[in-house]
């Protein structure tokens, strides 16, 4: 680490963990619930934990943005933070507010919570993963703000590099198209539209361009191959997910009302989204392929490794499975989505955010070469145990999803079971995903102790030029 | 040759051996390109042929001729475009009135086809009219962006031609730029066709 403020992103980086341990935590919940219905009712319905799921999904990885960026930026730029007093500030108000909402999820009915927060004066509340109050909306708004000042101020003031300027662009993105979650017109299919400026322009947009130069940050510290080449293939990528991913937003629009032009273009343009993401396959591979260096700290090279796989097969090859219109006709939200969604957020976001705290965390421990060897091991199993799991859970909610599209879709009218028939026929792959889930758990489990070992790997480890030297 | 192999997708070709022109991020981005197109193309071929008569229809409204004009600009601005290579890699004059020329005779593309879409829009077509004329607007307004892309691109090296900057010992950023605006014009070379006289 050579400033001093890029520290401030460690309380990020914790309570990031902390929020993703309650989300798994949920999804636990969640998951007996598809097969015990009336589990922990009616203390936590169904609905209340899938909210809970879900939110302390996106708030959690947008605490590890923050704290990638405020990590990384500073670096980049070789210069301090422009003020770390205001990233702590910031950091308090999300923590508080964050933890609130949930609460309110939690202990108070949402009809209540609605009430209280005065939703009635800017209604914005009720819709899918949008469903924070609208203080706690214009709370993350004013989070943002303040902290893309901090940021932009110090990128101004020090070195440009491409990283920077493409994390910043997508930070940008992140932060505009967030705006789109206060619009709430009355009609369903227009509202439709303005949801999914957010939601699908988010993770399928302006989130990419993160990742991306999270994972060129870090294959530049890791591999040491020249920053050139790596900025060649970051602007390649983003231009990639830009180009498929913004009209690929049609794919969202089959059903909803529009013309029947989206049926095309939806299709087309996202049949081609996998690309972006396969890139960062080839990209990632060769990169550390043609290292020129050795860095101790393995762990980061494999989350990293990781991160461009698990993305491709869960957001591009999971994504393509379904996105064809002639396709979605039958499968539009089933079990399906569901795999889908679970693969794509743990390998492209999930995943990158360990990749960053993995490479950053041990550097801010005073560990410059990364964690002892045996704390790896354990990150390591940590990592193998999550991410098999996450493919079993993604596995097994494709083939529910299959067998749901089967007996409840496929068939003619009359002949199609109910839903609910069709659920009590899918059992065994909840039951299934359960198990999985547990696994998970356990591997984020494993994944916390390796923070508890001591000792850090050492120079010696290094086999070719110097792990902290300054590319 | 620096910036050519830096991205190791492929061994370094020997000396002598054919090498591809500009940088290899350059053609990925084209064939990441193509491969839009080329589903499009294919979404095409499939719509028309499950309603021929739509497609058929579609055709007699549009301007051949128009067309025809546009194809000629686009091959002769791209004749001035791979000229002007040429005469950059042998260090020789008018590489740069050369590439200026080259985006005013794309202009008769650009304006041509403004022309066109204006026509149509006042008689009552867009993009939801039909199949047809879905993938004539998409398509062709797709492509248009493309052509606007590569007019920036062709000025820029115009002006950076005109600074000195390329002086024919670094052909990586010319030819990547030229080998984008061809892919352009490749892509129109199948357009044209497709869309005014096989539809």
Redesign the interface.
Known sequence: MKYESQRVAMPYFIFALILFAGQIVFGLVLGLQYVVGDFLFPEIPFNVARMVHTNLLIVWLLFGFMGATYYMVPEEAQTELYSPLLAWILFWVFAVAGTLTILGYLFVDYATLADITMNKLLPTMGREFLEQPTITKIGIALVVVGFLFNIMMTALKGRKTVVNIVLITGLIGLAVLWLFSFYNPGNLATDKYFWWFVVHLWVEGVWELIMGAILAYVLIKITGV?R??IE??L??II??AL??GIIGTGHHFFWIGP???WL??G???S??EP?PFF?MV?FAF?MI??RKRNHPNKAATLWAMGTAVMAFLGAGVWGFLHTLAPVNYYTHGTQLTAAHGHMAFYGAYVMIVLTIISYAVPIMRGRPYGNSNTAQVVEMWGFWLMTISMVFITLFLTGAGILQIWLQRIPESGEALSFMATQDNISLFYWARMIAGCFFMAGLVVYFCSFFIKGQASFDEEVRGAAIQDV | MSDMT????EPEPESGARQLPG?I?AW??IF??L??FG??FI?FAV?RSLDPATFHAGREVLHPLIGLLNTAALITASYLVATSVHQLRHRRSGVQWRLWLAVAVSCIYTVGKVYEYVNLYSQGYN??TD?FF??YF?LTFFHFMHVILGQVILIVLAVKVGNGDYDGSDMNGMESGASYWHMVDLVWLVLFPMIYVLA
């Not at chain 2, 830096?6 to 997708?9: P, Q, T, V, W, Y």
């Open positions: 020249d050139e080449v060649k293939w602007y390649v231009a990639m180009i498929t013309p029947e032009y095309w273009l299709s087309i343009f049949a081609l690309l890139m080839l060769t392929n043609r | 830096d991205l190791a997708l940088d991020a990925i981005f990441a390109e491969a839009v589903i499009m979404g719509a993009l939801g199949t879905m993938f998409f």
